[in-house]
């Protein structure tokens, strides 16, 4: 059986993993295949639009990558379609020859002890969306005017974007693309103290070097860490000896230096805990004021790797607001296996499994975060997106691929009045957000309501049609 051509790839999201998927099939097939990225929202990029912090514009500065790949000509992009609203699985299965997920992770981990559900406890992927506009998360509330201490749950990178962006000046965050909502209420925070909670030691802190790097750099903010905690116990000595990276020895020094140092009166702090869990989160009027945490130590695990575990020694911290920053979690999609647990589509090297460790599903692959769970940087995607799409590969050589009746779903789409913004509308769009973010002395000027993007993208189709 010879391989289909062109071939035909749905691509169910439009975030970093999804471009490099395309990307990847461009470069084996060439003209040889048609991609079509379908995302839910109106716009493209997934995170690198909702959830890298606005004064990280480097960062998403890997849009033009995104750009570039666009442009092959068997590129497609169909905004505001959403899988098991406006198109079933199925309806895939009946257009393409292969179907990736690349959706993602797009809920955020919530704490499980005692007072989760308290006012003022949210998930720092709430937070981030908010201050990015990311239409799920744009109409969130974040008492910031009335808090001055603000807990933070995990010391990944993710903990740090949320603690710099309570610490630093609202006015460094004016001239960027950061939300309009959320500018006004960071001018208005009265936030001065922001502790991060890690439950394992210094040597095992999950932020990279330049991040927290980044908050000492901040003028009006000094990081505290307490000599005791920043002190190495023998274990994890031996052990960031054998085996810890650059970074974590580089984040060792750094905290070391700083517990040295102390504070220098500065009039906002960053707090940097270590061995410590939340074990109750405390209020008053149904909003919290306190976090109670349980004091961890390190053990040997049967690989010689630290582990925290409890002790009986608890303390108890002021806290005005609470934010989680314990991962991601992968949400069920219609149609689409699901595991539970960790929150991904259940695969096989890429390739999507009926059940967990079940049968694979002929025609089905996974990428991403919602193949290998919320790990790894932007870039860690392009090297996931090569591994599945050499099964896709092998799949296309061996003729294991779905068997679809018709050549172009444009017609279903049309059929149940779906709005499909495309490549074309979004780049006008981007145009506007620019264009209006210069005029209002920003980079870009983020239209964060779906509707209003929609009617919006509308608009400037119509102006372009009649041009």
Not at 75 to 100: C, E, P, S
Not at 238 to 259: H, T, Y
Request: glycine letters at 8%.
């Amino acid at each position: 059986m010879h391989p289909p051509t062109p071939l035909r790839v749905a691509i169910v999201g439009s975030g970093p993993s999804a471009f490099y998927t395309a990307e990847a099939l461009q470069k084996a097939l060439g003209e040889a295949v048609r991609t079509d990225l379908f995302d839910r929202l109106p716009v493209p990029f997934g995170l690198v639009r909702g959830g890298v912090a606005p004064d990280h514009q480097n960062i998403k500065a890997v849009t033009k990558v995104y750009e570039r790949i666009a442009l092959h000509p068997g590129f497609r992009f169909l905004g505001n379609v959403q899988l098991g609203r406006d198109l079933q699985v199925q309806d895939l299965a009946t257009h393409y020859h292969q179907i990736v997920y690349a959706f993602g992770c797009e809920s955020g981990q919530r704490l499980d002890v005692p007072g989760r559900d308290l006012l003022s406890v949210h998930t720092a992927t709430e937070f981030v969306g908010w201050y990015n506009g990311h239409p799920d998360h744009r109409h969130r509330r974040f008492d910031l005017a009335h808090a001055q201490h603000v807990a933070i749950v995990g010391n990944g990178n993710v903990a740090m974007d949320v603690a710099r962006i309570l610490l630093a000046d609202p006015e460094c965050l004016a001239s960027t693309d950061v939300a309009d909502h959320a500018l006004a209420a960071l001018r208005g925070s009265q936030v001065r103290e922001v502790t991060l909670l890690g439950r394992r030691g210094p040597a095992q802190a999950a932020f990279s070097p330049k991040e927290i790097e980044e908050i000492a750099e901040l003028p009006d903010v000094d990081v505290v860490v307490d000599p005791a905690e920043a002190a190495l116990e023998p274990l994890s000595a031996a052990w960031l000896e054998r085996d810890g990276a650059r970074s974590q020895q580089r984040n060792v020094k750094f905290l070391q230096e700083r517990a040295a140092a102390g504070a220098t009166g500065r009039k906002k702090q960053l707090r940097c805990r270590f061995l410590v869990a939340p074990q109750q989160l405390r209020g008053r009027a149904g909003c919290v004021d306190t976090v109670v945490v349980q004091r961890m130590r390190l053990e040997a695990d049967a690989q010689g790797t630290p582990r925290p575990v409890p002790t009986d020694t608890t303390e108890t911290l002021a806290a005005d607001l609470v934010f989680a920053a314990i991962g991601y979690q992968g949400v069920p999609v219609p149609g689409v296996p699901h595991e539970p647990k960790q929150g991904i589509v259940p695969n096989r090297e890429g390739r999507v499994l009926d059940r967990v460790a079940g049968s694979e599903l002929p025609g089905q692959y996974a990428v991403g975060w919602c193949k290998r769970g919320p790990t790894g940087l932007i870039g860690t995607n392009s090297l996931d997106a090569k591994a599945t799409v050499a099964a896709m590969l092998a799949d296309r050589q061996a003729g294991r691929l779905l068997a679809p009746q018709h050549s172009a779903i444009d017609a279903l789409l049309a059929q149940r009045r779906v709005d499909v913004v495309t490549w074309a509308d979004w780049q006008r769009l981007d145009a506007h957000e620019q264009a209006e973010g210069k005029r209002r002395g920003k980079l870009r000027h983020k239209v964060v309501d779906p509707e209003e993007a929609l009617a919006l993208v509308r608009r400037l189709r119509d102006s372009a049609a009649s041009g």
